[in-house]
């Protein structure tokens, strides 16, 4: 790793350590979500250790299907620290976790169900989809 200023090593580095690409932070960088601390000599960008941090925030986020613009305001509240961004992602991660889970019961539940010549109903069929969700289903419909 390239270190041209004590505990700081250059967007590419940061790139390779993270698995993204320079040009990924570079776009970063230009609409402020993730502006590295310093430069080299030679003019290169540098990141320190806290904009790792920035960064493994944003790509979690990213991962759990955040816009950058939804990322930046996120990572933008005063009040919510390192801390606070911690159990947010956990909880969200948590809850994905477990809708994983509904959904797995259900598709094996269904392909037990067929393997043993047993059709289910379509109630049995769409109740992983739960009514809790039909809000946010009409209003992308509408979106679209």
Do not use: N, W
């Amino acid at each position: 790793m390239t270190q041209s200023t004590p505990g700081h090593c250059t967007v590419g580095d940061a790139a390779r350590l993270a698995a993204v690409s320079v040009r990924t932070l570079h776009h970063y960088d230009e609409i402020g979500l993730l502006v590295p601390s310093g430069r080299s000599p030679a003019g290169y960008r540098l990141c320190s250790p806290g904009d790792l941090r920035r960064l493994r925030q944003i790509l979690l986020y990213r991962e759990l299907d955040f816009g950058l613009d939804e990322i930046t305001a996120i990572l933008a509240d005063p009040d919510a620290g390192t801390d606070e961004h911690l159990r947010r992602q956990h909880q969200l991660l948590r809850t994905r976790r477990d809708r994983a889970a509904r959904l797995l019961t259900a598709v094996e539940r269904e392909m037990e169900a067929r393997k043993m010549g047993i059709s289910l109903t379509p109630e049995e069929q769409l109740e992983i989809f739960g009514t809790d969700r039909l809000e946010e289903h009409a209003a992308e419909a509408e979106q679209r």
